[in-house]
């Protein structure tokens, strides 16, 4: 995967590589973003402080992102699963995520469950859940 293609991203460089690796033959792309339909759809089914319920659109999502190095670095990507529905065009992936808070240094590990659709070898929606309290905990919520 380029890493000098959005390098405003580059904090999410393992989640990138677990979710390519999970999709792996399904999209067409060199970088997560690129595999991403144009006018896509992704909800978010955890509520967090400051990040939408959902974004349309490939650019929405890829400027979403451009901050999240100014939280959190994420190191690695582990513990992924694929089960994939070929009638549907639909992928589920479990995985795990691990880093560091950068304000405090704390460790960050989440896990996530992304639901994926997939037409014509694009993602055109994604559903996502993840271990909001995990996430909370490690940013300093009370």
């Given amino acids: 995967m380029p890493k000098d293609k959005y390098p405003h991203h580059e904090a999410l460089n393992p989640f990138f590589a677990v979710v390519m ?15 991403i339909a144009d006018d896509a759809e992704f909800e978010f089914l955890y509520r967090f402080p400051g990040w939408p319920e959902k974004i349309h659109g490939r650019e929405n999502l890829i400027a979403a992102y451009s901050g999240y190095g100014d939280n959190i670095k994420v190191h690695k990507g582990d513990n992924l699963a694929v089960h994939h529905d070929r009638e ?7 995985y795990q995520v691990h880093g560091t808070i950068l304000r405090t240094g704390a ?7 992304s639901i994926v659709t997939i037409r014509d070898r694009k993602i055109v929606r994604w559903r996502d859940y993840m271990d909001s309290l995990a996430a909370w905990q490690a940013l300093g919520g009370n």
């Fill in 21 to 35: 690796e999970g999709l792996h033959g399904l999209v067409d792309g060199d970088h997560y973003f690129d595999t």
């Fill in 107 to 113: 460790a960050y590990d989440n896990r996530f469950v």
């Fill in 88 to 94: 549907q065009g639909v992928v589920v992936l479990e």
